[in-house]
């Protein structure tokens, strides 16, 4: 037990110091690929908090992501707000925003939730693409630049997002030990005996969302900084949350490292049938995650946890009569 | 018997399903201390009593208080916190959770509210090691067998520390070894000072650990007493037996 965790940690280590050195070593296409894979980790993440972890499938999280950008727009464009600044309020929006649909919308459960989160990610986008005077409605909103040359400007967006990555991953490494942690798995085993038990399941269930909402806004924060333009269409982009789902679903959903592993896979897969077969790109994603799904149901990191030979897989479709 | 025995009042407890009356105007005391047994043919609202109580189904009206506080319209977690544990007929285990992380649940958000999880498991350990799944700490809650479920939905409820608790069939399913155990255990629960409500199927297990029962039929109460009262009371029989039987017997007589 002891030895595993020391050697957990040691790769660990061996890999945040790769990270940290990284973005001098390679050219700045590198480190822009990076900070968005990083960025989907995050994303990932955040929602495995709720999703994973929680067991509410928030389809609807991108409208965290969208608040969090056009927050930090508005702030910085319309009141001259300095970037951090307005990071942290974009955060502090999405977590009264999670509250607010919390209380509406986590008294339904499954399909449900998914939908009505969905419905209120899109009124949210319609919301923002008719406040023209304050967002720029579809013409979209241009932020103010960040002064210094391309390397300084990558190397700051690659370790914002790192410094973020590595926050969240340690909160929900936290989670997965802690009694708020205990809290979110009960709820999404079986509602009504953690109630039953002492939780209080709407109190946790706006927790997780919160904290799922607050990290979603800030990487919405940091995109919309990075990009220094965004629109409702991109910002509020219902194929994101596809996409997030997707990383979970390969990494492992409700494990801490999961999402991560899942994001490093599904991206670099991207960018490479991107580049070679631009015509076949979904098709290929499709085909991939199909695979995932039947043959590794609990996702990629089923294989290190659980040491799961090819031989076991092949065992565990005959046992499930696949 | 004075005000301050009384751990659970019920006055005029009904809940209604459409024009189903599943409790009708029930009014009951559970004594700090006794195990109560509640018994009934199926359907005769055992379950949906126990529901109210504790807070998973609202009443229709009436009122309960547990010492002396009203907690009808609690929401289940506030009636947790304030001591009520229940286990449930068809078990409802955390899966994805080992036993351990499930009955330390109990110990995180029950009465006493740890605020540590090594606390909680190390309290935890205790019950397991009473309920006599120890040696099943780690093992996830989906490859439990029937009767360690039962233990198990058991020893979460208890690592909840609560003064007063709903057993809702824990014996069933059980063959008569498993009973006899369980049996005990509740009898050692008991002792050290928990307050228990048990509705239970099986009559010879009932009527031995119950210092008092009370008979619903068709929601409503029909009788209360000693298990020796009780199994002697014309109207339970003919509720058990029908009143075919209670007329040949007193024909007999």
Avoid: C
């Avoid at chain 1, 109190?203 to 904290?211: F, N």
């Avoid at chain 1, 801490?256 to 592993?261: A, C, E, M």
């Amino acid at each position: 037990m002891v030895v595993e965790m020391r050697r957990k940690a040691i790769v660990l280590i061996v890999l945040v110091l790769i990270f940290l050195v990284l973005p001098f070593l390679v050219s700045g296409f590198w480190v822009r690929l990076v900070t968005g894979i990083f960025m989907f980790a995050i994303l990932a993440s955040a929602l495995n908090i709720i999703a994973g972890f929680t067991g509410y499938a928030a389809f609807g999280n991108m409208i965290f992501f969208g608040v969090g950008a056009y927050t930090t727009a508005v702030l910085m464009n319309k009141l001259k707000f300095p970037f951090f600044t307005s990071l942290i309020l974009s955060g502090g929006v999405a977590v009264l925003l999670a509250i607010v649909l919390g209380l509406l919308l986590l008294r339904l459960k499954g399909h449900y939730f998914a939908l009505a989160t969905l419905g209120a990610a899109e009124a949210m986008h319609q919301i923002v693409n008719n406040l023209t005077d304050l967002t720029g409605g579809g013409q979209g909103m241009s932020l103010p630049q960040m002064r210094g040359s391309p390397f300084v400007l990558n190397l700051f967006f690659y370790f914002l997002m790192f410094f973020f990555l590595v926050l969240i991953t340690f909160l929900v490494w936290r989670l997965s030990k802690n009694r708020l942690g205990y809290a979110f798995k009960a709820i999404r085993a079986n509602e009504e005996a953690a109630s039953v038990m002492g939780i209080n399941t709407t109190y946790y269930k706006i927790y997780a969302w919160s904290l799922s909402g607050l990290f979603t806004g800030f990487t919405g924060a940091i995109y919309a900084y990075w990009f220094t333009y965004i629109d409702p269409p991109t910002v509020f982009d219902v194929m994101m949350v596809v996409k997030m789902f997707v990383i979970i679903l390969i990494g492992g959903a409700g494990t801490v490292f999961g999402p991560i592993i899942g994001a490093f896979i599904l991206e670099s897969i991207s960018e490479l049938v991107w580049a070679k077969f631009i015509n076949l790109h979904l098709g290929i994603l499709g085909t991939i995650i199909m695979l995932v799904v039947i043959f590794m149901p609990n996702g990629i990191i089923d294989l290190v946890t659980k040491k799961r030979s090819f031989k076991g897989i092949i065992k565990y479709l005959r046992e499930n009569k696949l | 018997m004075s005000d301050g025995n009384i751990i659970l009042l019920g006055k005029g407890v009904t809940r209604t399903f459409g024009a189903l009356r599943a409790v009708w105007n029930v009014d009951f005391e559970v004594i700090k201390g006794e195990i109560l047994g509640i018994i009934g043919p199926n359907g005769a609202g055992k379950t949906t009593l126990l529901s109210m109580i504790n807070g998973t189904l609202p009443l229709t009206s009436g009122s309960i208080r547990f010492k002396g506080k009203e907690i009808s319209g609690l929401k289940p977690h506030r009636i947790a916190e304030l001591g009520i544990a229940r286990t449930f007929q068809i078990v409802k285990p955390f899966p994805g959770m080992t036993v351990l992380e499930n009955v330390s649940i109990g110990a995180l958000f029950g009465r006493e509210k740890l605020k540590n999880v090594r606390e909680a498991q190390e309290k935890t350990e205790y019950i397991l090691e009473k309920v006599q799944l120890e040696d099943k700490r780690d093992v996830a809650v989906e490859n439990l067998n029937v009767s360690e479920r039962k233990r198990l939905e058991l020893a979460r409820a208890l690592a909840m520390g609560p003064e007063l608790l709903l057993l809702d069939e824990v014996m069933a399913g059980l063959n008569p070894t498993e009973i006899e155990r369980i049996m005990e255990l509740i009898v050692q629960v008991n002792n050290e000072g928990t307050t228990i409500m048990v509705i239970e199927h099986v009559m010879k297990a009932i009527m031995g650990i119950s210092h008092r029962i009370m008979v619903l039929h068709h929601g409503e109460k029909i009788a209360e007493g000693s298990p020796r009262e009780i199994t002697n009371n014309e109207q339970v029989i003919s509720a058990y037996l029908g009143e075919r039987y209670v007329k040949k017997r007193q024909g007999v007589k």
